[in-house]
């Protein structure tokens, strides 16, 4: 008779004990299955600014890889030639050559070295120069919306924080105080947005300062070769 209890309590504690475990894989399972698609429901309105501002720097991003080429700018080759071409007085092979050139020093030249003739070498540099400013205010626009981009993300996230702490402050008003269940929808937006507007914003500043060394490296180093160029205009021909 006490074996058979005995076997029946055991038997009960592990029923006991094996649904437990069951219902804590449940909830495991339920966690997991939490998708970024519910993190986005739960970030509330504040998502979907943030994921323009996420499309943009994307776009931004590629556009200003390209436009930031050192292929666009001008090539050691080109310069070479061109200062070779000017020095020795070719400079109708030197026109030819830089109308051939997709490059900004050969558009730059392209345009300056039919003044030669009829102007002074200062019109000539301020030729070139119009067309160095005119490049890096059009590449300097799109390279600035990333800073944008950069500086109003986490100010979103930040009003997406401030709009979830007051759902869940107006949800403890209400007597949700005992019942944590009921903030976690308010708190997961507040925390959700932060984190949101952090990882777009952080990438964006990374990505402006890089962009903005590289077009600034570019338009040196070309106008070295330009001016380079523009001196062996004055020398005499070889």
Known sequence: MRTSITHTLVLSGSLLLSSELLGQDD??????????????????????PLGVCSLALTYLIIHSLRETNP?????????TRMQSLCGSGKLEEALAAAKQEPT???KAFTAALPKLNAEKREKVEETIQEHF?????SIGQWIHYISVIATVSPMI?????????????????AGGMGRPELLAGDIGE??????TGLCIGIPAMIAHSYFNNRLNNQLVENAQRANAISESLLSPPR
């Open 190 to 195: 507040a925390l959700i947005t932060t984190a």
């Open 71 to 79: 292929s666009r700018f001008g090539t050691e080759f080109f310069g």
């Open 157 to 173: 996230g930040l009003l997406g924080t401030v709009s979830g702490m007051i759902g869940a402050f107006q949800t403890m008003s």
């Open 133 to 137: 400013e005119l490049e890096e205010h």
């Open 104 to 106: 900004l020093l050969g």
């Open 27 to 48: 909830n495991a399972t339920k966690v997991k299955s939490s998708t970024l698609w519910n993190m986005i429901e739960q970030g509330g309105w504040a998502m979907i």
